[in-house]
């Protein structure tokens, strides 16, 4: 692996471990609870989390530049909540303005399964040719939309391979509750967990990623069940010690309890 590739990644994912914050959920969903100023709810959190996941606009609007994370860079899009289809996207960020913005990755969709199969997947392969010649890793995200029955092992699996065979460094999926270890054992790149909708508890939040770590995944890219959380901040602590300290869920409960508690 050439310098630049291998330096980026080891920037996102020291010792091979990663846990990201997505917050490029405006890009199709527009304002979302609790990230309306995206800059401040993010600010906090920082000191526990690896990398930001945000689209360009975000970034250069409300991200520190002199105190950010390494970023991903969301450079898909063009579709939205209330259109016809979300799988229909776009790319929508030229390689110079990756290289502008000094992103250590760039995350796309891809739809399997969808009418725009093809189309996403032509998406990857194009953005793969581009910034492999400049060492900038691509995450795939394999996205289902509403599709909720297809978060099973056997289409994850599918989706993960299709996204690792045509170039991606890193791709992000959903956990499954059976054989998610067919999930990652089937992909010969890094694969990290979504967090998909906000769980109910934050017990389900730290049993689903400690599974799935000790099945594993390299790590985490939740947004939601962070942030959206009555207490981020504990939250962002739970997760960080289950994915770089490899801490039980029983560990991981009263670092959060510990830190919820202070904060009353």
Not at 13 to 34: A, E, K, L, S, V
Not at 73 to 83: A, D, Q
């Amino acid at each position: 692996m050439e310098w630049g590739m291998k330096n980026r990644l080891s920037q996102l994912m020291p010792n091979g471990r990663c846990f990201f914050m997505p917050i490029d959920h405006g890009y199709f969903q527009g304002p979302t609870r609790n990230l309306e100023k995206p800059g401040e709810t993010v600010k906090p959190l920082l000191p526990y989390v690896d990398a930001i996941f945000c689209t360009r606009g975000v970034l250069r609007a409300a991200l520190d530049p002199l105190t950010s994370k390494p970023i991903v860079l969301r450079v898909s899009g063009c579709t939205s909540m209330v259109g016809e289809d979300l799988a229909n996207e776009e790319l929508t960020t030229s390689i110079n303005e990756i290289i502008r913005v000094n992103a250590a990755a760039v995350g796309l969709s891809v739809f399997i399964g969808s009418h725009y199969e093809k189309e996403t997947l032509k998406n990857l392969s194009t953005l793969v040719n581009l910034c492999e010649d400049y060492g900038i890793p691509v995450m795939a995200v394999t996205a289902v939309g509403r599709e909720l029955e297809k978060r099973e092992a056997r289409y994850l699996a599918l989706s993960c391979r299709i996204a690792a065979e045509l170039g991606a460094r890193v791709v992000k999926t959903y956990w499954c509750e059976e054989h998610f270890d067919k999930v990652v054992n089937g992909c010969p790149v890094p694969v990290i967990m979504a967090g998909g909708p906000k769980c109910e508890t934050e017990l389900e939040v730290l049993e689903f990623v400690h599974d799935g770590i000790s099945k594993g995944a390299a790590g985490i890219n939740l947004g939601r069940n962070v942030w959206q959380s009555p207490n981020p901040v504990a939250m962002a602590k739970a997760l960080r010690t289950i994915v770089h300290d490899n801490a039980s869920v029983k560990q991981a409960q009263e670092i959060y309890n510990k830190e919820a508690k202070g904060k009353k």
